[in-house]
């Protein structure tokens, strides 16, 4: 396990700043905020979410996976009535959708757990139950010299609360 620090800042502007001088030293923070930021998202480097290319993926061979089972179906078993055609595309659609959906859901919730990396047995990070009551919070992992560096770059954003602790999580 390495050691870490543990900041605790009263304002948003200051967490902000903090994880951005964090990151520009080469450091990988973890952020706690009492609510969704997009402040804070931002400053940690976050865009836009990959779930949304499972989900077409998903889609798409749902799509594929209805036309396809529908044209093998017709042509293992054919119903020969009317003179229509063998495969009718129009009439599989319907079936087509469905699994559109079906797979694009089923892609969206695998994808979503992945990349999540749920569920995460490693023992959980150094936290402070102030981060749901209205306090940002910033933890660092680092050692030696790092450690040093991080404190200063926290401690430059005037925390509220400073401490080390030990930690065991990857960013």
Do not use: C, N
């Not at 969704?36 to 836009?48: M, N, S, W």
């Not at 529908?70 to 009439?91: E, F, Q, R």
């Not at 490693?122 to 936290?127: E, F, G, L, Q, S």
């Amino acid at each position: 396990m390495s050691t870490g620090l543990l900041a605790s800042y009263e304002y948003l502007d200051a967490a902000v700043d903090a994880i951005e001088g964090l990151r520009k030293a080469g450091f990988r923070p973890t952020a706690y905020s009492p609510y969704p930021e997009h402040h804070i998202e931002e400053a940690l480097g976050y865009d836009q979410s990959p779930v949304r290319v499972w989900t077409l993926v998903g889609g798409l061979t749902g799509t594929a996976t209805g036309f396809a089972f529908t044209s093998w179906t017709s042509l293992d078993w054919p119903l020969v009535v009317g003179g229509k055609p063998m495969i009718s595309i129009p009439a599989y659609v319907v079936i087509a959708f469905e699994l559109t959906v079906l797979f694009g859901a089923l892609a969206t919730v695998i994808g979503l757990f992945i990349l999540s990396r749920i569920p995460d047995f490693k023992p959980a990070v150094v936290y402070d139950p102030e981060f749901t009551a209205g306090r940002y919070g910033v933890y660092v992992e680092a050692s030696g010299e790092r450690l040093a560096e991080a404190r200063r770059i926290l401690e430059a954003q005037e925390p509220a609360e400073l401490r080390e602790g030990e930690g065991g999580h990857d960013a």
